[in-house]
């Protein structure tokens, strides 16, 4: 049974560029789904030629759902955006419960209660313990804001770690609004400067917020996904959560549910889908998502979400998983090359721009497409037998030879042996995704001159590479078929010594192990000449 709506104020930021659309599908998502009975209050940051108005039309479209625009001001200052969220208890409103919610999220059910009835505060402890540190570390924090720590122990979501209590501060429910808000500005300002000497001030928000709740003698009651669930870090599940934190508009394009939401939302409200359609990262997200669940060959779900947990590219990933299933139907059930692949994109898309990039043994993979997308002039080779059709998708896997203008015309494709093509101009960088180490080393070596050679005297060599479980053992197998010996096939040393005997400057190598229900370890080496 439904709570009465009306007992609750909805809080949010919303100020110019990119976040008024988000506070505009946000406040069009609680309409759709409280109808009108609770307070919904867009607080604007000012001054205004700091964060941007939002434009005429964000506004229309928000008097028009009933929202009240008030004026808050940064108690941190401009150099800490998120602390626009510390000023949102601070609304005047005359609801029982004040929830305060990130921009980016959206809300895809009702409430049955309010959590925040019993205790006056609740909200979901964090997905991860991203700031770092236990009682020693939190002990002097709470000492600074002058109140003891408690003993209580609070576990992360996703991660499982035990610490002091520690909360996802996305979604917080309170009915002491203006208690708590006083209190978590106060212990953020007196923390500020503690945490910037430290480079930690990015979690200011989330480690003033349990110290403010101490400070004000608060209980709290802790949420599950339900109430704040972590869309960029898994998948959905079948019951739709009340709010959904999605982050990124990527995160929107890999969910066909949360697409299709948006999409509906955008029909009803003509001033959330100009603004959707005129922004290059949102506007695919008007198109109808023609992926659907169930490829043989799509990364498991549990996979994904171990490895969006861990990843350092975590936004690139959600962006690639998203692009490959909408190309090619899937995104590859291999656990390695959701570390691979935003490995390589993170390194090159800063020069991406107006450069020439070469894929070595592409096979069907999404680097291409997202490269081209950045403005790369994107040269493809495989020489694999067989001819991927774009007509018979639901038969892929990353292996085969691929025309990708088939799916973006600035990618041009070759078919042919590497060791034996001749290209026409030098490349800005070359990259190559675990295929190196499946050639006889008398043919690793053809493709590493091949590489000093095609490279300009600037530019940059990315390999991903398979080793053997447990050792630096390069691995030895190709599509099964163990292709040499170990002893001759060489190790990581061996493949350093022949990227220098070439003329290259090898960095450091980064070596990952363990990843989920892979039978390789993987390196990444970057090269120079």
């Not at 960029?232 to 299709?260: I, Q, T």
């Not at 040269?379 to 203008?405: C, K, M, Q, S």
């Not at 061996?494 to 070439?502: G, K, N």
Request: aromatic fraction near 8%; include cysteine; charged fraction near 20%.
């Amino acid at each position: 049974m439904a709570i009465d709506a009306s007992r609750f104020a909805f809080v949010f930021v919303c100020h110019g560029g990119e976040l008024q659309i988000k506070a505009l599908l946000l406040a069009a998502s609680l309409r759709e789904q409280f109808g009108d009975a609770p307070e919904l209050i867009a607080a604007v940051p000012h001054p205004i030629d700091v964060w941007g108005s939002p434009s005429p039309a964000a506004l229309a479209m928000l008097r028009r759902l009933r929202v009240d625009v008030q004026a808050v001001e940064n108690p941190i200052g401009p150099a800490y955006p998120i602390g626009n969220k510390l000023a949102c208890f601070g609304v005047a409103t005359r609801a029982a419960s004040v929830v305060v919610l990130d921009s980016d999220i959206l809300c895809l059910r009702s409430l049955d209660s309010d959590p925040a009835a019993a205790t006056g505060f609740a909200a979901k402890p964090a997905d991860k313990r991203t700031f770092p540190g236990d009682a020693e570390v939190w002990q002097p924090l709470y000492a600074a804001a002058g109140v003891d720590m408690p003993q209580t122990r609070v576990t992360t979501t996703l991660g499982g770690e035990s610490g002091p209590p520690y909360f996802n501060s996305g979604v917080v429910f309170t009915t002491q609004p203006a208690r708590l808000g006083a209190a978590w500005i106060e212990c953020a300002r007196t923390l500020n400067p503690v945490l910037e000497a430290r480079g930690q001030r990015h979690w200011l928000d989330q480690v003033a917020l349990p110290i403010a709740v101490r400070r004000c003698g608060m209980a709290f009651a802790c949420l599950d996904d339900d109430f704040n669930f972590p869309a960029h870090l898994k998948s959905m599940p079948d019951r739709l959560p009340a709010f959904c934190h999605y982050h990124w508009p990527e995160v929107v394009a890999g969910e066909p549910r949360l697409r299709e939401r948006v999409r509906r939302l955008a029909v009803h409200h003509p001033e959330l889908h100009d603004a959707i359609a005129e922004d290059p990262q949102w506007a695919p997200l008007l198109r109808e998502s023609s992926w659907r669940r169930g490829h043989a060959r799509d990364i498991d779900p549990a996979d994904l979400s171990t490895m969006l947990v861990a990843s350092p590219q975590l936004r690139l990933l959600n962006e690639l998983v998203a692009s490959s299933r909408e190309a090619f139907g899937f995104f590859p059930a291999h656990s390695p090359r959701a570390l691979e692949y935003p490995w390589v994109l993170a390194e090159l898309q800063d020069m991406a721009h107006g450069s020439r990039i070469l894929d070595v043994g592409a096979g069907v993979n999404v680097l291409p497409l997202a490269l081209a997308r950045r403005g790369a002039a994107v040269t493809t080779i495989d020489a694999h037998p067989l001819v991927r059709d774009p007509r018979r998708r639901e038969d892929w896997n990353e292996w085969g030879f691929l025309d990708y203008a088939a799916f973006d015309a600035r990618v041009r494709s070759v078919h042919a042996r590497y060791e034996d093509w001749s290209a026409d101009a030098s490349f800005d960088a070359i990259y190559s995704v675990s295929v190196i180490e499946h050639l006889p080393a008398r043919l690793r070596r053809r493709w590493i001159a091949a590489f000093a050679a095609q490279l300009r005297g600037d530019g940059v060599l990315l390999l991903s590479v398979d080793l053997a479980p447990g050792s630096d053992a390069l691995w030895n197998r190709s599509e099964g078929t163990v292709v040499e010996d170990r002893g001759e096939h060489g190790d990581l040393d061996t493949l350093r010594a022949e990227l220098a005997q070439a003329g290259f400057r090898v960095g450091a190598t980064q070596v990952v192990r363990g990843l989920p229900h892979s039978n390789v370890d993987v390196a990444l080496l970057r090269a120079t000449r």
